[in-house]
C-alpha cells in the first residue's frame, strides 16, 4: 500500500531554518492579486516595503514554502502520484503578528492519517518559531485519491451548518489570467498550476489556480472589509477547499459577521453559477 499510516506517523518530524524577506512578503501580496488600483492607499500597505503590513496567509509560504506540501509529502510511509494528489483544507493559527522579515525555526510532520474510503487524508502540521516564541501553527489537510479503503479511522467532520441570513459584505474579484504563474514564485512549484498536459493528466482541462492563492485573496478581502485593513487582528482561519478556479474567472466572496469575533465566509465562482470554491470558512479575530 502506498501509504502506511502506522509509519508516516512514527516520523520523525523535520526541523529546519526558514528565513523570509520584505521582498518574498510583496512578492506573495503580488501573487494574491494586490496593488490594483496601485496607488490606492490601502493596497500601498500590502505593495510598499514602507508601509508593509504582512497578511498572516502569507505564513503558507513564508520561507519559501518549506516546508511545503510537496516536500512534506516525501517521509516515510507516503509513496503517492502527484496527479491524485489535492489540497483538501488548510488552518492556520497566529500565535503573533507576523515580521516583515525574520528567521525562524520551523517543524514538520504528519499528525494525522485518515481513511475516507475513496481517497486518504494527510493532515500536515507545520509549527513555526523564532527567537521570541512560536509564531504560527499551519495544518495542511492533503487528499490522496485511491488511496483510502484500508478500514482505518475516518477523522473528525469539518462541515458546518451554512451561514443564515444575507452577508453582511459580498465582494467579487477577477483571478488574473497569469495569477497562478505569479503566485507558484513564491514557493509552490507544482506542475498542476502551470503545465496543461500534468493538469490533463489529473482531470483537468487546463491548470488551476494554487487552492492557497483563493486562501489568501480571500483572506485579504476579510481583512480589507470587516476588519479595518489590520492584518494583526486576525487569530485562526480555517477552510475547506470545495472546488476548483480556473486562472481568468471571477470569485464572489460572501461575508457574515458573527458573534464572539469570527467571520463566515463562502466563496465560489461566478462565472460558473456560483460553484462552491471555499467552504467552512472561518475568519477569528479580536
Known amino acids: 500500500m502506498p501509504i502506511d499510516a502506522a509509519k508516516a506517523l512514527a516520523a520523525e518530524p523535520?526541523?529546519?531554518?526558514?528565513?523570509?524577506?520584505?521582498?518574498?512578503?510583496?512578492?506573495?501580496?503580488?501573487?494574491?492579486?494586490?496593488?490594483?488600483?496601485?496607488?490606492?492607499?490601502?493596497?500601498?500597505?500590502?505593495?510598499?516595503?514602507?508601509?508593509?503590513?504582512?497578511?498572516?496567509?502569507?505564513?503558507?509560504?513564508?520561507?519559501?514554502?518549506?516546508?511545503?506540501?510537496?516536500?512534506?509529502?516525501?517521509?516515510?510511509?507516503?509513496?503517492?502520484?502527484?496527479?491524485?494528489?489535492?489540497?483538501?483544507?488548510?488552518?492556520?493559527?497566529?500565535?503573533?503578528?507576523?515580521p516583515a522579515e525574520g528567521t525562524a525555526t520551523a517543524t514538520g510532520g504528519i499528525a494525522?492519517?485518515?481513511?475516507?474510503?475513496?481517497?486518504?487524508v494527510l493532515v500536515m502540521r507545520t509549527e513555526v518559531?523564532?527567537?521570541?516564541?512560536?509564531?504560527?501553527?499551519?495544518?495542511?489537510?492533503?487528499?490522496?485519491?485511491?488511496?483510502?479503503?484500508?478500514g482505518g479511522d475516518r477523522g473528525p467532520s469539518t462541515r458546518l451548518e451554512p451561514p443564515t441570513g444575507p452577508p453582511d459584505r459580498t465582494l467579487e474579484r477577477r483571478v488574473r489570467e497569469d495569477q497562478a504563474l505569479l503566485y507558484r514564485l513564491s514557493g509552490d512549484w507544482n506542475p498542476l498550476h502551470a503545465d496543461p498536459e500534468?493538469?490533463?493528466?489529473?482531470?483537468?482541462?487546463?491548470?488551476?489556480?494554487?487552492?492557497?492563492?483563493?486562501?489568501?485573496?480571500?483572506?485579504?478581502?476579510?481583512?480589507?472589509?470587516?476588519?479595518d485593513g489590520d492584518p494583526a487582528r486576525v487569530r485562526h482561519y480555517t477552510t475547506r477547499f470545495a472546488g476548483v478556479v480556473f486562472p481568468g474567472e471571477t470569485l464572489r466572496t460572501r461575508m457574515w459577521r458573527q458573534g464572539g469575533g469570527s467571520v463566515r465566509v463562502a466563496v465560489s465562482a461566478a462565472d460558473r453559477d456560483d460553484a462552491p470554491v471555499l467552504a467552512d470558512t472561518v475568519v477569528e479575530h479580536t
Open 198 to 227: 500534468f493538469a490533463a493528466r489529473a482531470g483537468f482541462e487546463r491548470p488551476i489556480l494554487h487552492g492557497l492563492c483563493t486562501y489568501g485573496m480571500t483572506l485579504k478581502a476579510v481583512v480589507d472589509t470587516l476588519l
Open 112 to 120: 494525522a492519517v485518515y481513511d475516507k474510503g475513496k481517497a486518504a
Open 129 to 150: 518559531s523564532d527567537g521570541q516564541g512560536p509564531l504560527w501553527t499551519n495544518d495542511a489537510q492533503i487528499f490522496v485519491r485511491g488511496e483510502g479503503g484500508w
Open 14 to 98: 523535520r526541523t529546519g531554518e526558514i528565513t523570509w524577506t520584505r521582498k518574498d512578503v510583496l512578492l506573495y501580496h503580488l501573487g494574491l492579486g494586490a496593488g490594483t488600483p496601485a496607488a490606492d492607499p490601502g493596497e500601498l500597505r500590502y505593495t510598499l516595503e514602507s508601509r508593509l503590513h504582512v497578511l498572516p496567509s502569507f505564513a503558507t509560504v513564508a520561507g519559501s514554502g518549506s516546508p511545503g506540501v510537496i516536500s512534506g509529502l516525501s517521509v516515510p510511509g507516503v509513496d503517492v502520484d502527484l496527479a491524485r494528489v489535492l489540497h483538501g483544507g488548510q488552518s492556520l493559527t497566529l500565535h503573533r503578528p507576523l
